[in-house]
């Protein structure tokens, strides 16, 4: 089976390509470029690089959220239209699973502690879920890093974008409970596909149009909409 993945979450993001379980190519975007410029040609390379063609894809993989809504919204749109024109099945991937993934695996054989997954959200602000190994224990969140940490006592590790950010809070609430991923912001789309993989092999091929972006807070367009509405 041969999976594509995406990743547009944040300004970095990444495209990769995985081959019968196994990640034959992962590339991590060129943040200097806007998402909808440089994706055609991401792309395209993607496919090049693995020596194959767009017809060949089984399964198309993109990122759900939480994350830049911009960014979201041009990656769906990208993958629900290769989609439609391969007719291959595309899947939505939590940006927070697939970091959790990306932990848990660093910490194989060992048991991992609870993994915390931050994704940046501007503001001073965290999107965040909480995870057993792969096994999401806490509802996303949005909020500052306080409020979250204000949950977690035990022995956790940390990883997500937002991490270097806040970092220092993190180690002066939890102190040396608190662990920190190789690589706190590695790229996802590897992740991703790998998620879709096994989610393509229990049978969970759905169609283009059933992909549900996971905002998690709303889009500030329609907070300012509304309050117009009121005046």
Not at 7 to 12: A, F, G, L, Q
Not at 105 to 114: C, F, G, H, K
Not at 160 to 173: K, S, Y
């Amino acid at each position: 089976m041969l999976v594509a993945a995406l990743d547009t979450t944040s300004r970095h993001g990444s495209c990769a390509l995985l081959v019968d379980g196994a990640i034959a190519v992962e590339i991590a975007s060129d943040a200097s470029l806007p998402q909808a410029s440089r994706l055609p040609g991401e792309l395209q390379a993607l496919l090049a690089r693995g020596g194959v063609r767009l017809a060949d894809v089984d399964v198309f993989a993109v990122a759900v959220g939480p994350g830049s809504f911009t960014g979201l919204r041009v990656g769906i749109a990208t993958m629900q239209g290769l989609s439609f024109a391969t007719g291959a099945s595309l899947i939505g991937v939590s940006a927070l699973d697939a970091l959790a993934a990306i932990a848990e695996a660093e910490t194989r054989p060992v048991r991992p502690p609870l993994i915390a997954t931050w994704i940046d959200a501007w503001r001073g602000e965290a999107y965040a879920a909480v995870y057993e190994g792969r096994r999401q224990i806490e509802a996303v969140s949005v909020a500052p890093p306080e409020a979250l940490l204000a949950r977690l006592d035990a022995p956790t590790l940390f990883i997500g974008d937002a991490v270097p950010i806040h970092r220092d809070r993190i180690v002066e609430r939890l102190g040396d409970r608190a662990r920190f991923a190789a690589v706190t912001a590695p790229p996802l789309a590897g992740a991703i596909a790998q998620l879709a993989y096994a989610s393509a092999l229990a049978g969970h091929r759905p169609a283009a149009d059933a992909i549900r972006p996971l905002y998690v807070r709303r889009p500030d367009a329609e907070i300012a909409r509304d309050a117009h509405a009121r005046r």
